[in-house]
């Protein structure tokens, strides 16, 4: 018996294996490699964002931040107008910025319950941003129809705070631009 039961050992271990990467493999089956995105869009130019705000340069860096989040995400190939597919166009509707943290100052020993004893210390910016899609050689025609997204960016305060700001917006502006890279390419 116990002969038999070793002459049919590696059979069994073969029909393990296979029974095995069979089970593996085809719960991969619906699954595929490679971009999501449109096939028909394969060269897109960013074009034209209106700046709706009085925050001089953010559709300038809007554009910028774009361009960088699709030639990361690798789904489109970045050309200019006349050659792209299709061109990405938008306005930077608005930008707020507002503290969402704060540091107690001194002790409640001192005088309890009083608001002045925080400082705010973290600050936050949202750019709001409308934008569609639009084909760029045939008649104009929309697309993906606008939508409206919110980018964030957090920075904290530090004594030149213009320029944390302007670390904030750059933040808030890549978030969007990642926003709208990745709809674009997942919106089909």
């Known amino acids: 018996m116990k002969r038999l039961f070793r002459a049919f050992l590696p ?3 073969v029909v393990a294996a296979a029974l095995a990467v069979t089970m593996v493999g085809g ?19 960013v074009g034209d964002f209106t700046n709706l705000t009085d925050e ?7 554009r910028s931040k774009l361009a960088e989040a699709l030639a990361r995400e690798g789904s489109f190939e970045l050309a200019d107008c006349a050659r ?7 306005r930077v509707v608005s930008y707020a910025l507002r503290g969402i943290g704060s540091a107690k100052l001194r002790d409640d020993a001192v005088k309890p319950d009083d608001r ?8 936050r910016a949202d750019l709001v941003v409308e934008f569609e899609l639009v084909a760029a050689r045939v008649e104009e025609r929309t ?4 939508a409206m ?9 530090v004594p030149d705070m213009n ?16 926003q709208m890279a990745a709809a674009l390419s997942e919106a089909w």
């Open 149 to 157: 997204l919110t980018g964030e960016g957090a920075f904290p305060e």
């Open 116 to 123: 002045s004893a925080y400082k705010t210390v973290h600050y």
């Open 27 to 45: 719960g991969c089956l619906g699954y595929r490699a490679g971009s999501v995105a449109h096939p028909q869009i394969r060269r897109v130019c």
């Open 84 to 90: 792209a597919d299709v061109r990405v166009q938008g």
């Open 11 to 13: 059979c069994l271990a």
């Open 56 to 62: 001089p340069q953010l559709a300038v860096l809007l």
């Open 143 to 146: 697309v993906l129809a606008p």
């Open 163 to 178: 320029t944390a700001r302007q670390v904030g917006l750059e933040q808030a502006a890549a978030d969007a631009a990642a």
